[in-house]
């Protein structure tokens, strides 16, 4: 499975209550994805409309695609390379961005902590909702995590700081998001589960 992420600039002064929800459909009007989002910062004019495709053929024609009457930014494609439930709603969201590229070493070494250490302890905490890992073909990274409140958000950020290294695991390669930024969810129909080949 793909995701295309289309950020765009609010223009709050005039959203209204089901803004995301039109958003999405003009951004999209067919074929449907499989499933997205439209996010927006808290205490922010920065958006982002993510949207799930079956192929990366399907992800790339959506990313050529803008809507009207929004000043749209920057636009990725993203393999989806890992997705985990919980069944807290998805009423935020982190977005946690790796920039690329980034090397083989470097993907694995992440890839390693987000299964084995990192998810372990986020999933103990409640509230929380599903967390998608999105991969770039430069290695760039994108982690989605969402929850049902800023207070789960940051729940999470403590459990996951608390967690020691894993025997093998460098400490060199884990540098860390290049940039985190925090979401209110405005409409989403996130897929209740995923392989990496499409919904299950």
């Not at 299964?115 to 986020?122: D, G, L, Q, S």
Request: hydrophobic share 45%; aromatic share 8%.
């Amino acid at each position: 499975m793909y995701a295309t992420v289309h950020q765009f600039r609010r223009n709050t002064a005039t959203e209204s209550g089901d803004w995301g929800r039109a958003l999405a459909a003009e951004l999209h009007p067919g074929p449907a994805p499989l499933g997205g989002c439209v996010l927006g910062q808290v205490a922010g004019v920065l958006g982002a409309a993510v949207a799930f495709w079956p192929d990366a053929a399907s992800a790339h024609e959506a990313a050529a695609h803008t809507g009207p009457g929004t000043t749209w930014l920057d636009t990725d494609v993203y393999e989806v390379v890992s997705a985990e439930f919980a069944p807290g709603p998805p009423s935020y969201a982190q977005a946690s961005r790796f920039a690329g590229p980034r090397d083989e070493a470097q993907v694995r070494a992440e890839d390693f902590a987000g299964r084995e250490r990192i998810w372990p302890a986020a999933r103990q905490v409640p509230g929380i909702g599903p967390v998608f890992v999105l991969r770039a073909e430069d290695g760039a990274g994108l982690v989605l995590g969402f929850a049902e409140s800023v207070a789960a958000i940051e729940a999470v950020q403590k459990a996951v700081l608390s967690t020691e290294l894993l025997p093998g695991e460098d400490p060199a390669l884990l540098t860390g998001p290049e940039r985190v930024d925090l979401h209110r969810v405005f409409h989403h129909t996130l897929p209740a589960s995923v392989t990496t080949g499409g919904i299950r």
